[in-house]
């Protein structure tokens, strides 16, 4: 716990660029008070960061079909989602009498406590990593799967026949899309030689993973479309056929937390998009993490262009599309990608690029 | 389906009901059917219809006749202009009116251009169905246009009360002409770039191609009229086959198209937007000077009888029957709404769809829920 805590204390000394060593080293009690103010400033920017995005996208949405956007609270209408989200905060909680209470309850905080798990892996920049594993990408990976529970138990524990149909879509959706997703890292693991996200970042500073392994990230947007369930794969909430899908039930801040909860995992699995294939942090002139973020906001906006030119599609073909087309392709990748970095050893004769 | 686990393969399944509405976002409207699901598989639909009735017919034998002619707009209230129009033709036929030319011609421009708007809304309605939202803008910013002009001639962008007993409310403004032909040309690029987005768009054709076709004989058995009719193989409008007002003076084309699936129907109303802007424009180009309503007493007796008189409205065929008993208020009306007759195929088709596939049936089917209640 120390350990954790003293890593997010050096994150956050990382973002406000404080010394290194600061007032936590000679007032012990200091410590825990700036532990607690650092804890909160993590949230807080959490928070801001979705606040960012909801308005990003809604402005972006409103410049791509031809209207104007929430403009009316605030400069540019950038209150409009605090607004909106304290209007959330006062509806009132309304629980399906029916429902698996214990089951109900716990989906929503189990979603947005995935989320901030994963916030916790991202390398904004060299030193500023909240926690550094050596199997990053695996923990990524198995974190992110949780969602897939916290919306089958949404869908369940709402005892709704549209909130269970579209749980159940979900995770048949979820677990197939993980296999090619992996499978795209896998080249990248290859090539890097390392399982942590750092070290992926660091080693592209000469050339960055998409040109390397363009099959890999084309592979990759589309499954991490699917794992978000973003369109043209929003198949879970599926407002045309199940109403709302898994949080039909849900009202009032519950229904906020699977909205944070989904924005929030927009930015981390954006963020590990260009980890993975945009060098991450590197960058010229500006600090590591100004780079860092900004990459991440234009991957997302990449992503909502696309959520805002498609249409949904059919459930039986997005399966077929995953089983059929994207895990063959992305396993010739993989083949391709082997023989190649041993073609290039032998060429070089280096160990690896 | 032969993908899905089914019970001949040990695996017990349990059937269970789904009630897709009253309110539900892609009924467009108060329409529900009650599906028997077997997972996402319906294996049978009903119609249940009524949370719309307002007892219109009823309505119509306490007030007196021109009190009516607002409220037939109100039951398509998508292509709200043209809805009086087979009520002031059954009107005309029992009073033996006959409207100014120059009223003919305003009536077959609004309700062309109430035609376009309400295809432009169909459009976007089905493809917001598969989650479209932009294209979906496209085409309502297009009806914006054409709505400005329905209230710079009425007064209202909606519930169009233009079509009286005897010709039109108002001749039109200065310069809508022009105007109109602006809109029709701006109408027509966001059509192309909608169609663009969305008629190759692959996820699109996968959503709508070959799902539940109907065909012409099946059409014909059901009493489908209007553009899903014609979108099965059926030749058959009532502007050409039988026609009312001046529809005889303009050329133009009747589109047909063989399939009878959601792609068609969708792609058929595409079609028809198009051959609606010629005869806007022939109509406009040609429009005779003259009065635009005929002398019809305030208090006004039709002689005793029945008249029917039917137009090809927007979602089919539309038929008023009148009868008088000599007082100024109807003895008797009854309506055929096309909506109504349209929606009689949902069962027989929606066995065997998937959940999605029937979202996309119905909303290729075009429906408006104030047409089929009343």
Redesign the interface.
Known sequence: MVGFLTTIFNWVQGFLGLPATSLADALPWWDILWAFVYFVGAIILLIINVIMLIWIERRA?GF????VGPNRVGPFGLLQTINDTIKLLGKEWIMPAAADKLVYLIAPLLIVTVSVTMYGLLPYGPGITPVTLNVGILFFLAISSVNTLSVLMAGWGSNN?YSL?GGMRTVAQIISYEIPMALSIIGIVMITGSLDLGTIASAQSHVWNVFVQPVAFVIFVISALAELTK??F?MTE????F?AGYHTEYSGIRFTLFFMGEYANLFSMSALGVVLFFGGANGPFLPPWVWFIGKTYVFILFMLWIR??????????MMKFNWKILIPISLANLLLTGVGIKIWQAATGAIRW | MGDFITEADGLETQEFILNLGPQHPSTHGVYRARLIMDGEIVVSAENKIGYLHRGIEKIAEGITYAQFTPYTTRFDYVSGAMQPWAWCLALEKLGNTVVPERAEYLRVIVGELQRIASHLVMLGSMVLDFSAITPWTYVFNAREEILDLLEAVSGSRLLVNYFVNGGVNADIPEGWAAKTEAALDGMLKRLDDFERMVSGNEIFLGRTKGIAPVSAAEAIEYGITGASLRASGVDFDMRRDSPYSVYDRFSFAVPVIKGGDSFDRYQLRVLEIRESVKIVRQALKTLPDGEVRAKVAKVWRPAPGEAYAATEAARGIMGYQVVSDGSTKPYRVHMRSPSFCNIGIIPAKAPGLTLQDFISFIASLDFVLGDIDR
């Not at chain 1, 791509?64 to 209207?67: I, K, P, S, T, V």
């Not at chain 1, 805002?308 to 073909?317: A, M, N, P």
């Open positions: 949405a791509f079909q031809e209207r026949k149909l369109s043209p929003d599926a407002e045309q056929e109403v805002w030119t498609f249409l949904r599609i059919r459930v039986d073909k």
